[in-house]
Nanobody
Framework: QVQLVESGGGLVQPGGSLRLSCAAS????????MNWYRQAPGKEREWVAR????????NYADSVKGRFTISRDNAKNTVYLQMNMLKPEDTAVYYC???????WGQGTQVTVSS
């Protein structure tokens, strides 16, 4: 059974940084690409970033390119999202997801506000 547990969210001022983590279990983590998504209040969930199974290939939404970095540690079954230069419009619940599976974690809340 696929389980995804996101953590690391919080309240941060504009321009600040946070690092999100997603601990995965129930599947062969090192064989799967991973995605980060986010959902802001009143908006649809949107894709943020993707990393290949080996960590070599990375893609980002235009809205976060140059500010966010996705990475993974296959030995720890964990994917990360380093978020720098945060803006109020980055406020959302952030989720990780395995592209091949339908499961979602509970998400972690990121609030960017002064």
């Amino acid at each position: 059974q696929v389980q995804l547990v996101e953590s690391g969210g919080g309240l941060v001022q504009p321009g600040g940084s946070l690092r999100l983590s997603c601990a995965a279990s129930g599947f062969t983590f090192s064989s799967e690409a991973m995605n980060w998504y986010r959902q802001a209040p009143g908006k649809e969930r949107e894709w943020v970033a993707r990393i290949s199974s080996t960590g070599i290939l990375k893609n980002y939404a235009d809205s976060v390119k140059g500010r966010f970095t996705i990475s993974r540690d296959n030995a720890k079954n964990t994917v990360y999202l380093q978020m720098n230069m945060l803006k109020p419009e980055d406020t959302a619940v952030y989720y990780c997801k395995v592209p091949r599976f339908g499961s979602w974690g509970q998400g972690t809340q990121v609030t960017v506000s002064s």
